[in-house]
């Protein structure tokens, strides 16, 4: 008996893998670790910096337009024009955040993974500079 919960143990830790995603050429994950803004755009940072749900892809968009998956460990970067802005994540539920971007700055946006019922959930929330350089440090840039 203690055989078979071993085995049976064994192959469910198996099955339960990593979700993958395209990841971005380190060169330019490097580059968005810089944290240089442009004077006529605002950047945004969307990075998911746990390791809960990481057999789960999240869909990100903004304003309504994809942007693309995070997985465990990852970030997603992406410029914007001045103006209010409406980033949208979808795991077993939706989560949005509201940005008023400002031209010249950077804006943070951390994808909390959460637990949900049949899968993991998320919740968006837009952080400050020194918690969002630190989660973004922690993660890997997405290919877009």
Same mark, same amino acid.
Request: charged share 20%.
């Given at each position: 008996?203690? @055989?078979?919960?071993?085995?049976?143990?064994?192959?469910?830790?198996?099955?339960? !893998?990593?979700?993958?995603?395209?990841? &971005?050429?380190?060169?330019?994950?490097?580059?968005?670790? /810089?944290?240089?803004?442009?004077?006529?755009?605002?950047?945004?940072?969307?990075?998911?910096? +746990?390791?809960? !749900?990481?057999?789960v892809k999240m869909d990100?968009?903004?304003? !309504?337009?994809?942007?693309?998956?995070?997985?465990?460990?990852?970030?997603?970067?992406? =410029?914007? /024009?001045?103006?209010?802005? #409406? $980033? #949208?994540?979808?795991? +077993?539920?939706?989560? =949005? $955040? #509201?940005?008023? &971007?400002?031209?010249?700055?950077?804006?943070?946006?951390?994808? +909390?993974? @959460?637990?949900?019922?049949?899968?993991?959930?998320?919740?968006?929330?837009?952080?400050? =500079? &020194?918690?969002? @350089? #630190?989660?973004v440090n922690e993660c890997?840039? $997405?290919a877009q």
């Amino acid at each position: 008996m203690f @055989k078979k919960l071993i085995v049976i143990v064994a192959l469910s830790f198996t099955m339960v !893998g990593c979700a993958s995603v395209k990841m &971005a050429d380190p060169a330019q994950d490097s580059q968005a670790k /810089q944290f240089m803004s442009k004077a006529d755009v605002a950047g945004v940072y969307i990075y998911r910096n +746990e390791s809960m !749900g990481g057999a789960v892809k999240m869909d990100v968009s903004l304003d !309504g337009k994809p942007l693309g998956q995070t997985a465990k460990k990852t970030y997603i970067y992406t =410029e914007v /024009q001045p103006g209010s802005h #409406t $980033v #949208t994540s979808k795991a +077993e539920n939706t989560s =949005e $955040v #509201t940005i008023d &971007a400002v031209a010249g700055k950077l804006y943070y946006v951390w994808q +909390e993974v @959460k637990m949900g019922i049949m899968s993991a959930r998320n919740k968006l929330s837009l952080v400050d =500079e &020194a918690t969002g @350089k #630190t989660g973004v440090n922690e993660c890997k840039l $997405v290919a877009q």
